[in-house]
């Protein structure tokens, strides 16, 4: 069973950091995509960043360029999201995805972890 357990969120200043991991279990972590997704009250999910593992490339929404940093640990299957320089705007829950490579929706989902920011 594909499991994907997202910890780290909390409050936090603008202009502060956050480091959220996301343990994953239940599936060879090569063979997949790996990722967060955010969605903020009232508005619609977007993805934040996802990390091939097999071969460390990675995927960034303009809006956490530069400021946010995919990385994993395949060792321990673990996967992470440094958030540096937060805005309010970053107030969200996160979640912890997956999905085999070469398929286009992401099919698991962790349950998810609160980041506020505050202004």
């Known amino acids: 069973e594909v499991q994907l357990q997202a910890s780290g969120g909390g409050l936090v200043q603008a202009g502060g950091s956050l480091r959220l991991s996301c343990a994953a279990s239940?599936?060879?972590?090569?063979?997949?995509?790996i990722g967060w997704f955010r969605q903020a009250p009232g508005k619609e999910r977007e993805e934040v960043s996802c990390?091939?593992?097999?071969?460390?490339?990675?995927y960034y929404g303009d809006s956490v360029k530069g400021r946010f940093t995919i990385s994993s640990e395949n060792a321990k299957k673990t996967l992470y999201l440094q958030m540096d320089n937060l805005k309010a705007e970053d107030t969200a829950v996160y979640y912890c995805?997956?999905?085999?490579?070469?398929?286009?929706?992401?099919?698991?989902w962790g349950q998810g972890t609160l980041v506020t920011v505050s202004s």
């Open positions: 995805v997956g999905k085999q490579v070469g398929t286009r929706e992401f099919q698991y």
């Open positions: 990390i091939d593992p097999s071969d460390g490339s990675t």
């Open positions: 239940g599936f060879r972590f090569d063979d997949y995509v």
